[in-house]
């Protein structure tokens, strides 16, 4: 890998793309690199099986009747982020710890996880709206929960606690933490609270964003720009994956808890989606989610976060 960063900007992409190639086939073959841990995905043989609910019903929920209308629910996610929302090229498979929680609450609602799941990649920026159209019935994707998107959405859970932090090169000695970023390229995504949050707390830096954050990734691994800054959960899965040229630095430095998107007025979806969300975390389906994804980033199970029901408005 060192090969990679000797050569001229301009010839690194191309030789970057060959390596996750060669990435991809070593993980295939389970053969990790000499000298860093081998590069992990889910195991399927670790997942839960959900157990699909027979006698579900939820008549004051619109979207939820839509669906069994339909036969299968749609899912907004990510198809980029490893370890948490990741789509397979070859198979169209997706996979992660965001998935795992998205074919939980499936199976709560009486759909068959296999068979009765359509996911639909929708980026940062569009998830309002997504939900808004009824593009989606709901979203799971590293979605922060916070007050000015819940004029626009309602939130089950929280599921997950993550906290903003920074991904470098390997190489870098400069920037540790977000007050060392005046003056440097940062790149988050657009429509994302990291990226909102470096614009409002840490103004002097220069921020870039594009729509997903391995676009940002592939511009740190070839020099356009000097950090990625999103949640630690997103990062490490990134780091991971590239442990020889890239590494999270400093603490996390928010607090992002993750929820589930749901229509605004559909409050009956919300709460019947908390009420799952607890029974998976009580039965252990989420912890043993969780150590089959994102856990292989490296951090053990913490305890899920206390689900907020709160009132309808
Ligand atoms: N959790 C943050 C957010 O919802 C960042 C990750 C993302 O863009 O999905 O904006």
């Known amino acids: 890998m060192p090969v990679v960063s000797r050569l001229p900007v301009a010839s690194r992409l191309p030789v970057l793309a060959l390596l996750l190639v060669l990435l991809a086939a070593a993980t295939a073959t389970g053969c990790g690199q000499e000298g860093s841990p ?105 979605y922060t929960i916070n007050d000015k998107r819940k004029k626009q959405v309602g939130f089950a859970g929280p599921y997950y606690m993550a906290g903003q932090s920074l991904l470098v090169r390997k190489d870098e000695k400069d920037i540790k933490g977000p007050q060392d970023l005046a003056g440097k390229r940062v790149c988050s995504a657009t429509g994302s609270t990291p990226y909102q949050r470096l614009q409002s707390e840490y103004p002097e830096t220069e921020l870039v964003s594009y729509d997903t954050y391995s676009v940002c990734v592939d511009n740190l691994l070839s020099y356009q720009v000097d950090a990625v800054s999103t949640d630690d959960t997103i990062l490490l899965g990134y780091a991971a994956k590239v442990p020889d040229e890239l590494k999270v630095v400093g603490e996390p430095f928010s607090k992002e808890p993750y929820g589930v998107g749901v229509p605004r007025n559909d409050t009956a979806l919300r709460f019947a989606l908390d009420d799952a969300l607890a029974a998976h975390e009580k039965n252990g389906d989420w912890k043993k989610a969780y150590d089959a994804t994102l856990g292989l980033s490296g951090n053990p199970a913490p305890q899920p976060p206390p689900i907020d029901r709160y009132p309808a408005s």
Do not use: C, H
């Open 38 to 142: 081998p590069v992990k995905g889910p195991q399927p043989e670790d997942l839960p099986e959900y157990r699909v609910a027979t006698d579900f019903r939820l008549p004051d929920s619109r979207t939820w009747e839509q669906a069994k209308k339909r036969g299968r629910l749609v899912i907004g996610v990510k198809e980029d982020q490893p370890y948490l929302g990741e789509k397979d090229p070859a198979t169209g498979r997706y996979s992660g710890f965001d998935i795992e929680i998205a074919r939980m609450l499936a199976a709560s609602l009486g759909f068959d996880p296999d068979k009765q799941i359509e996911f639909r990649t929708v980026a940062s920026a569009n998830r309002e709206t997504a939900l808004q159209n009824g593009q989606i019935d709901y979203y799971v994707g590293t």
